[in-house]
């Protein structure tokens, strides 16, 4: 099959869950079909990642893209509300981008188009080709916990409009599509209300269980790691909640306890939580898995989000002992207490914590459950080719 995949950003290098996510796609499909990727321009490492998707077979098309597209301009917020659209999807509402994707569809022959997000569903209108909307989490209920959980009025004002106005898109536009993929059946149970059961279909998140693989040799004492883009308010609020509220709990256990924030772009909020005693914030870092391999515990202490968390199936698949939130586990149905340890307080997640620690049999008992778990159900090549049979069954349907 000839598909057309896109994608609001290069997904490579893999410096956060949805390039992580649409690289491996990529990877698996475009060994079996003619996959060609039309991306904007946000980073300057963007021309090493279409040299990387090239590698893969991937025909890369890159949407010049002027450099503030991270900041949310007064154009920005003028456009989503005449178009009553979300305002990270207007963000992307570029004439560039469209323009683009009609050229390729006068010149190509495409059987199929794969619409990343509501970032890059919007372009629709463009073809009556058979399409995939690809969701990686549920938007509005994002926007639903970000409004729950803060305090500031503007703000929470704020994140309700984005909610309802994602509401609506989800109400409106996804059943709209041949297709509609969720990581979860939590989240695939939020768009059945709106699209026919038939179009929704669960492809999970996943991991490279040939890349992740348990590593103990540089693994440190009394370490917790977290791993997340900390520009991302999700992540912010978690790793603070951990600083502020359940880290005190387990130094007062295992004093030498050291706690590594690890991620890209972190805010003034997540730097200053490096003046903490036994934090450490290390910004970007080239390559996650030895950090992977340096924790004792792996923590995930999310209280904002939705879809499912690579980064439980990475530590997962390098055999590390998990603490989450049921949040930051949503979706992934693994045994609490076999596969991982759920606990959303501070105190019962920092008994938790306690426990992995001291414990070094536990600790290995959990992390080699979930180990064989992700082999079982997460792995990408099992994922990618259920995304394959997708694009095939719709192909057959408009043929």
Request: charged share 20%; net charge negative; hydrophobic share 40%.
């Amino acid at each position: 099959m000839k598909i057309l995949f896109l994608s609001p950003t290069v997904p490579f290098p893999l410096t956060d869950g949805g390039r992580i996510r649409v690289f491996n796609l990529l990877k698996q499909i475009a060994m079996q079909s003619d996959i060609s990727l039309l991306a904007l321009e946000t980073q300057p490492t963007d021309k090493e990642g279409i040299a990387e998707l090239q590698q893969l077979g991937v025909q890369v098309h890159l949407v010049p893209n002027a450099p503030t597209l991270p900041r949310v301009s007064l154009w920005t917020l003028i456009n989503a509300f005449f178009k009553g659209q979300p305002i990270t999807v207007a963000r992307y509402d570029l004439p560039a981008y469209r323009q683009k994707f009609k050229e390729l569809l006068a010149t190509e022959n495409y059987d199929l188009v794969h619409y990343e997000m509501f970032h890059t569903a919007q372009f629709h209108t463009e073809t009556n080709l058979p399409g995939v909307l690809s969701q990686q989490n549920v938007d509005s209920e994002i926007w639903r916990r970000l409004c729950r959980e803060t305090a500031n009025p503007f703000y929470k004002f704020v994140y309700w409009t984005q909610q309802l106005t994602f509401q609506r898109y989800e109400r409106v536009l996804s059943p709209k599509f041949d297709a509609v993929t969720c990581t979860s059946d939590i989240d695939a149970a939020i768009f059945q209300r709106y699209c026919a059961a038939a179009t929704i279909t669960i492809i999970p998140n996943g991991v490279d269980v040939t890349h992740f693989q348990p590593d103990f040799t540089t693994e440190r004492p009394a370490h917790l790691i977290y791993i997340g883009s900390m520009d991302w308010y999700p992540n912010e609020d978690a790793v603070a909640f951990f600083a502020d509220e359940i880290l005190p709990g387990i130094q007062s256990e295992v004093p030498d306890v050291q706690f590594s924030i690890v991620g890209g772009n972190p805010s003034a909020r997540v730097q200053k939580l490096a003046e903490t005693d036994g934090v450490a914030v290390t910004g970007r870092v080239p390559e996650i898995k030895p950090y992977f391999a340096e924790a004792t515990v792996f923590i995930v202490p999310l209280r904002i989000g939705s879809g499912t968390r690579l980064k439980i199936l990475e530590a997962l698949a390098m055999g590390k002992a998990i603490v989450s939130t049921s949040v930051g586990a949503e979706g992934l149905d693994l045994k609490d207490g076999e596969e991982i340890f759920i606990a959303d307080e501070p105190k019962p997640f920092a008994e938790a914590v306690t426990r992995l620690l001291t414990d070094p049999a536990l600790r290995r008992s959990i992390g080699e459950n979930g180990r064989i778990r992700v082999e079982k159900d997460y792995d990408w090549r099992s994922i990618g080719e259920k995304l394959h049979q997708l694009y095939i069954k719709i192909g057959r349907r408009a043929s």
